[in-house]
């Protein structure tokens, strides 16, 4: 087998049944014959072992290590390995040219890297210019040679790093399901949504019960939480109100001339709201002043790690279907056994592993794998190729085989033990992973499909989807509209209210690239890995495939690559 890149490495190894950690690719890559040191890298691994280890490699290495007296096999595997180190940084070029690199600067807006004080060319990744991404051609001067990959960290370097990891999982709904579909457990759902969110807007306004206010003289200052229960239009221009609180509903006027036009667009049925005001004469309804959504405080402080680590945030993988990209996604894996990648320990997916089956009209017509099972056998190869030692965790999506209500919990035991090839957490959709320090709100994004649809183009857009995520980080709940495009199983608690402010929050679906902050909480939807399919061409969908956003951990900047 040619020395051409780890990736080839990995793919080999794949083959053979097996992942692999970092180090030990690159080890494998730097011997003078590949393909002979991953035969014997295998007959040294256990019979029960699932990864190849540097301690594997190096065990191959001492095995057949050239007698010292031999000067002749010193100098010649002197330059075997020499020339191997050549072929690999010759074969990672192309890969730092198709990185595009960008960062967020400290008001949320992505800022253009560059090179010796020299702006990049922008290479367009959302039609907002200001979230565009600079392509960094190098990391070196075209007339400089190519820096050698940096040296593979030893075993006790390795254990360090391993013990610094800490990850945990909350708001996991995984084998907690207690919905049976009636009527009497919607009601505790959305009671619960009532009684947590009611808590976060209690210190904004001094609110009264609806049954309270409908006893209350007319003319009196008032103020009710409640859920939305109804909005419409009068002939008048004005807007009428329905909230509903536990002990009964009342209606608000929100005048035209107010100036609350604009807040009342971003209005959704069922949501939790605030409405402070004056009772009319008779006391029917309620002259509403203000508005207040349960939104993320403006001061939020963001965790971090104490140490230079990062994670890999994807969504919308996709396999099983025609359009999978399987160059850029091997491409992606190949760029994470660089030196370059190093810091990038932590994968975290966002949903929809693959294609599915059944999941639109004629999708059968653009499958390449059929059956869902052989699907995820598939998604479970393409696993390996992701370095042994990076911490996984995944949430479905509407397209795995899971309910398609939510929340989604992860996947049963056989869906499980297919996707066995990696030490993954699996949890469900909506999940809360901290990660060192800092708390990322997973989703896989349903309902921005929701919101996109009922809100002005100018505050929810595909091609801006992270606007989107802004107004469901607003009313602090994942998909607050009932009754439309987004399932809701009922549970005795709503796991789809945001309780705690996340630091970062992952969403895909949409298959569009955006990014940019809100409150402090950067707010990230990773695009896909599926070019354009027949079904997207009919909905004008032109999907953002093949990048890669790449979070700093200790600063929350983030860089974008491409691999496409």
Not at 236 to 248: A, I, M, P, Y
Not at 265 to 270: T, W
Not at 498 to 514: E, M, Q, Y
């Amino acid at each position: 087998m040619p020395l051409e890149s780890n990736a080839r490495i990995v793919k080999e190894l794949a083959a053979r049944g097996y992942n692999a950690e970092r180090e030990a690719v690159t080890l494998l890559a730097n011997e003078s014959d590949p393909a002979a040191a991953i035969d014997a890298a295998v007959d040294v691994a256990p019979d029960n072992a699932l990864r190849i280890t540097a301690d594997h490699v190096r065990t191959i290495a001492r095995d057949r290590s050239p007698d010292p007296t031999d000067v002749g096999n010193q100098s010649s595997a002197q330059n075997d390995s020499e020339s191997a180190r050549n072929d690999v940084s010759a074969d990672q070029s192309p890969v730092e040219m198709e990185g595009s690199t960008t960062h967020t600067d400290r008001d949320g807006e992505p800022a253009r890297s560059s090179h010796s004080g020299s702006e990049q060319p922008p290479e367009a990744v959302s039609s907002d210019s200001s979230l565009s991404a600079s392509t960094s051609e190098s990391s070196v001067s075209p007339n400089e040679p190519p820096a050698p990959p940096d040296k593979p960290p030893s075993s006790s370097e390795s254990a360090r790093e391993l013990a610094q990891r800490e990850i945990s999982v909350g708001n996991d709904m995984t084998g907690r399901s207690t919905g049976t579909g009636e009527y009497a457990d919607f009601v505790r759902t959305f009671r619960d949504r009532y009684e947590r969110l009611s808590k976060l807007l209690r210190g904004r306004v001094n609110h009264r019960p609806a049954d309270a206010i409908a006893d209350m003289p007319g003319g009196s200052d008032a103020a009710m939480i409640g859920l939305v229960n109804d909005v419409r239009s009068t002939k008048s221009g004005h807007w009428l109100v329905e909230l509903e609180d536990t002990t009964g509903t009342f209606p608000a006027l929100i005048m035209k001339d107010k100036g609350l036009a604009d807040v009342v667009d971003e209005i959704l049925m069922d949501e939790c709201l605030a409405v402070e005001g004056t009772l009319a004469d008779d006391a029917g309804i309620l002259f509403a002043d203000s508005l207040h959504f349960p939104d993320v405080p403006r001061t939020h402080q963001t965790g971090a790690a104490d140490r230079h680590v990062q994670a890999a945030l994807i969504s919308d993988v996709h396999v099983g279907s025609d359009e999978f990209m399987a160059d850029a996604w091997s491409r992606f894996t190949d760029w994470l056994h660089t030196p370059e990648a190093e810091p990038v320990e932590y994968l975290l997916l966002a949903g929809d592993m693959v294609e599915g089956v059944g999941v639109y009209p004629d999708q059968d017509e653009e499958l390449e794998i059929v059956d869902i099972y052989d699907q995820y056998e598939a998604f479970a190869e393409y696993l390996k190729e992701v370095p042994a030692d990076t911490e996984i965790v995944m949430i479905p999506g509407n397209h795995d085989a899971v309910r398609l209500a939510e929340p989604q919990p992860g996947f049963n035991d056989e869906i499980r033990s297919i996707m066995d090839v990696h030490d993954a957490q699996i949890v469900s959709n909506p999940a809360t992973v901290t990660v060192e320090g800092v708390d990322v709100l997973m989703y896989h994004g349903v309902s921005l499909d929701e919101v996109i649809a009922e809100l002005p183009e100018a505050k929810a857009s595909y091609d801006e989807p992270h606007k989107a995520m802004y107004q469901l980080l607003k009313k602090r709940h994942v998909a607050p509209q009932f009754g439309g495009h987004t399932r809701v199983a009922p549970e005795e608690r709503d796991y789809l209210v945001i309780d705690n402010v996340p630091d970062v929050f992952h969403t895909g679906h949409v298959h569009k690239l955006g990014w940019g902050k809100y409150h402090n909480v950067l707010a990230v939807n990773s695009g896909c890995w599926q070019a354009q399919t027949d079904f997207q061409k009919s909905v004008n969908i032109d999907p953002d495939a093949g990048y890669a956003p790449i979070l700093d951990l200790d600063t929350l900047d983030m860089t974008v690559r491409k691999f496409t």
